[in-house]
Nanobody, 114 residues
Framework: QELLVESGGGAVQPGGSLRLSCAAS????????MAWYRQAPGRQREWIAR???????YYSDSVKGRFTMSRDVAEMTVALQMNSLKPEDTAVYYC????????WGQGTQVTVSS
């Protein structure tokens, strides 16, 4: 069964930090690529970070230099360290394969507000 469980979201002030985690079932995990996405209110879901089979990471321009993606292959988890958060980072955050299928987890809400 495909299963992706995101956690770690919350409310934080601008400039703050959060660390998101995602646990994947064996059916959902893809060694060759996992990614983080987010969906802000009224906007389409967008890709923000990816990690490939070699552990190389890639980021969208909107989060580059502030967010860091990592993974634990043995545990089939990925994480997203988010620093210097901005109000425009407010969104529901999801993890999925780098080439996602139809299944998505529930996501975790991140709210950045003063």
């Amino acid at each position: 069964q495909e299963l992706l469980v995101e956690s770690g979201g919350g409310a934080v002030q601008p400039g703050g930090s959060l660390r998101l985690s995602c646990a994947a079932s064996r059916q959902a995990w893809r060694l060759f690529g996992m990614a983080w996405y987010r969906q802000a209110p009224g906007r389409q879901r967008e890709w923000i970070a990816r990690i490939d089979i070699d552990g190389n990471t890639y980021y969208s321009d909107s989060v580059k230099g502030r967010f860091t993606m990592s993974r634990d292959v043995a545990e089939m988890t990925v994480a997203l360290q988010m620093n210097s958060l901005k109000p425009e980072d407010t969104a529901v955050y999801y993890c999925n394969r780098a080439v996602p299928g139809n299944y998505w987890g529930q996501g975790t809400q991140v709210t950045v507000s003063s």
